[in-house]
């Protein structure tokens, strides 16, 4: 099943029909451990609406009061990107130490309020020079740490900032519209096949300059590690969200630019489809 948040209410999708649920608020709709049989008993007790209930204009980020965190060098690639773009600071070893350590890498990503949903703008930043997107399959977890349902992510990051010192990482990835996740919540009876494959493209004045595709099984942690590293001491009270890293880099002679449109498409989920901009600055 999939769980969208509109203009016009969450609905419920499942089989090609689209249910509209009633007298729910988000936070406290999706934060149980029973989503998915949840799910289906409200299903059950409605009728579908017509299948023009809700268009994609009308898609919202699906995120209200969750946080978002994210996880890094989980596949090895994104290790070897780390580790060349830090070469000249003298950091390259601190990503390969993380690769191979116990302790993953966990770093906030965002607020809802700095997030962004499918069909809205993503943002590079005015200073820098080296940006790209990072397609990333998220995680939705309980409060009580219950992977319950997953969506697509775009870890937006300045690498050149990232690259020039490990430290400033909260540079790189956490600025407005830095992130954005949708196009829904993919609720699943069973956890999310290892075999699924994240795909993007880029397109740049409608040309692709940009494609590739992974599938998740090449990732060096399991989804319950990190989650369980990132509930240590830290509660979340609405539920989480956790971007699980990326394996999808762009070459080192690519930088996005403003207007190319980023398509990042997972298995059953569906494609999160974002145009990249600067942000407005009011003078």
Known sequence: MKLYKTLNGIFISKGG????????????????DNLFTYLESLVSALAPV??????????EAPIEQQEIWAAGVTYLRSREARMEEAKESGGADFYDKVYHAERPELF?????????GTGKSVHIRRDTTWN????????????????????????????DIEGENPLYLPQAKCYDNAAAIGPCLYVPEQPIDPDT???MN?????????????SINQMKRSHTELIGYLFRET??????YLMTGTCLVPPNEFTLKEKDVVNISIDEIGTLSNTVSFKNIEL
């Not at 017509?50 to 898609?59: G, Y």
């Not at 990072?134 to 990051?157: C, H, Q, R, W």
């Not at 880029?202 to 992974?214: A, T």
């Open 17 to 32: 029909a689209n249910y509209l649920v009633d007298n729910h608020k988000w936070d406290k709709l999706i934060n149980r």
């Open 235 to 240: 509660s979340f009270v609405h539920g989480v």
């Open 50 to 59: 017509q299948n023009d209930a809700f268009t994609a204009s009308d898609i």
């Open 132 to 159: 790209v997107p990072e397609p990333e399959l998220t995680l939705f977890a309980t409060s009580s740490g219950k992977i319950v349902g997953y969506t697509i992510g775009n870890d937006m990051s300045s690498r």
């Open 202 to 214: 880029i397109e740049r004045e409608g040309l692709e300059v940009f494609k590739g595709e992974i």
């Open 108 to 116: 906030f990503k965002s607020t809802a309020a700095r997030c962004v």
């Open 197 to 199: 494959k994240i795909l």
